[in-house]
């Protein structure tokens, strides 16, 4: 129960600090205009099945399998286009 609070609570405020500021960013100045929101909605419709393979060779290659950092990063990945949104 500690490791799924500890990656519940590192995911939460790091999606919140840098989604809130992504966007921030995209509606106060335009940033990327509709190229931007399409990539945002795409990642959100993207299942997070295909996203694992990609993952798992990134942890093997940088040797953190044994960490929590691969699982909050896959995380981060699946809940920061819904934050920013």
């Not at 990642?43 to 953190?64: D, E, G, I, K, S």
Request: aromatic share 10%.
């Amino acid at each position: 129960a500690g490791r799924s609070a500890l990656v519940a609570l590192v995911t939460v405020g790091v999606s919140v600090v840098v989604g809130s500021m992504g966007a921030y960013a995209i509606a106060r100045f335009r940033a990327g205009g509709t190229l931007t929101r399409f990539g945002m909605l795409a990642a959100q419709v993207l299942p997070p099945a295909v996203l694992v393979f990609p993952f798992l060779t990134m942890a093997y290659a940088l040797r953190l399998t044994d960490t929590l950092i691969p699982v909050i990063f896959a995380h981060l990945s699946f809940v920061l286009p819904v934050v920013t949104w």
